[in-house]
């Protein structure tokens, strides 16, 4: 059985993930209740069946909020519903994307709001609605999904990329702003993960071989391999990073963003 880390100062801490219950998302919600966290997430499809099977799990529920996340004022309640049931969040871990595939040259201005609602627009106002509380309580930690996409001037989805570079620089601003107020904001870059998703949709045995060569660690990423990055940057442990964009990709982005 392969173990992994404990992270010890998330037992019983308020984590808000948005677009937990699917794909990386539900693996981040497995992965914080595991360490005993109180675990809050948000969705669009009914991810009741799934927070039933975390319970059973786990032996502690995770509340799962229904929500379209690119409505803010339903975003905010649900952050204030997940903090009335768990106390002021902690953790906030901005999850939720849509990296739907489009040429530059068809875009219209519908799609390039709808793609940065999701990608951009929902991350900045989820921090917004958090820092109060963890000013309150002291501090907290911000993890906000990028993606390495960005970093390796991928075509075909201008749009999510565009979005992926405003995340690291908004969370540069977000750590130096509220860093006075012991409150931690980061970025996770994660490379391609063999999610059920990708592979349905992508994961021919050409792309993977190409990807893998690409790779300085010839070895897949899976959910865990981003599950206990996150951990980490939620954790204590790493209580003196702040304003980072951190990948985690195997190497194949070899040098800062």
């Not at 975390?54 to 032996?59: E, I």
Request: net charge negative; aromatic share 8%.
């Amino acid at each position: 059985m392969t173990s992994h880390a404990s992270f010890h100062d998330l037992k019983d801490a308020s984590v808000f993930i948005t677009g937990g219950g699917s794909g990386i998302g539900a693996a981040l919600t497995d992965g914080f209740l595991a360490q005993g966290a109180q675990v809050a997430f948000v969705g669009r499809s009914d991810a009741t069946a799934f927070a039933d099977d975390m319970g059973a799990k786990h032996g502690a529920k995770p509340l799962f909020i229904p929500c379209d996340i690119t409505d803010t004022d339903a975003l905010r309640a649900a952050i204030a519903q997940a903090s009335d049931a768990h106390g002021p969040v902690r953790v906030l871990v901005n999850n939720a994307a849509n990296d739907k595939r489009h040429t530059a040259l068809e875009v219209d201005k519908d799609f390039w709001d709808w793609s940065l609602s999701i990608n951009l627009d929902a991350y900045f106002f989820a921090c917004q609605a958090v820092i109060p509380g963890m000013q309150a309580q002291g501090g907290g930690a911000i993890v906000n999904f990028s993606s390495i996409s960005y970093m390796m001037g991928n075509a075909g989805y201008a749009a999510y990329t565009t979005s992926n570079a405003g995340i690291t620089g908004m969370t540069r601003s977000l750590a130096r702003e509220f860093g006075v107020d012991n409150i931690r904001v980061n970025a996770l870059a994660p490379g391609w993960v063999l999610t059920p998703k990708q592979k349905e949709l992508w994961a021919d045995p050409d792309s993977l071989a190409a990807h893998l060569e690409k790779q300085c660690l010839k070895e897949h990423l899976v959910e865990q391999d981003i599950v206990d990055a996150t951990l980490f940057l939620a954790s204590r442990t790493s209580r003196m990073m702040t304003g980072q964009t951190i990948a985690v990709d195997g190497g194949v982005v070899t040098v800062a963003a």
